[in-house]
Nanobody
Framework: QLQLVESGGGLVQPGGSLRLSCAAF????????IGWFRQAPGKEREGVSC????????VYADSVKGRFTISRDNAKNTVYLQMNSLKPEATAVYSC???????????????WGQGTQVTVSP
């Protein structure tokens, strides 16, 4: 069974940090670009970041540039999203998704995780 499993979410104060993980089970992440998306209550899902299969190319939403860092460890079949200087507006369910190449369009991704909740609040 092909699965992506996110972890690392939680409650953090503004200005704090979290590191999200996206682990693959049943398939090898080497062949996939991985995107991180988030969806806040009452809002549409938006792309946060994406990393190419090799890890040599990364993209970020303007709202997180300079604060979030995406990386991957193919030996561990895992992709990470380091989130620093978190703001309350980052509160959302964060999900990772796999596709051959990065895309802004969430509907183009082939596999999705179940999501992990991130809450930024005093």
């Amino acid at each position: 069974q092909l699965q992506l499993v996110e972890s690392g979410g939680g409650l953090v104060q503004p200005g704090g940090s979290l590191r999200l993980s996206c682990a693959a089970f049943g398939f090898t992440l080497d062949y996939y670009a991985i995107g991180w998306f988030r969806q806040a209550p009452g809002k549409e899902r938006e792309g946060v970041s994406c990393i190419s299969r090799s890890g040599g190319s990364t993209v970020y939403a303007d709202s997180v540039k300079g604060r979030f860092t995406i990386s991957r460890d193919n030996a561990k079949n895992t992709v990470y999203l380091q989130m620093n200087s978190l703001k309350p507006e980052a509160t959302a369910v964060y999900s990772c998704a796999a596709r051959y190449v990065c895309s802004d369009a969430d509907y183009e991704y082939d596999y999705w995780g179940q999501g992990t909740q991130v809450t930024v609040s005093p």
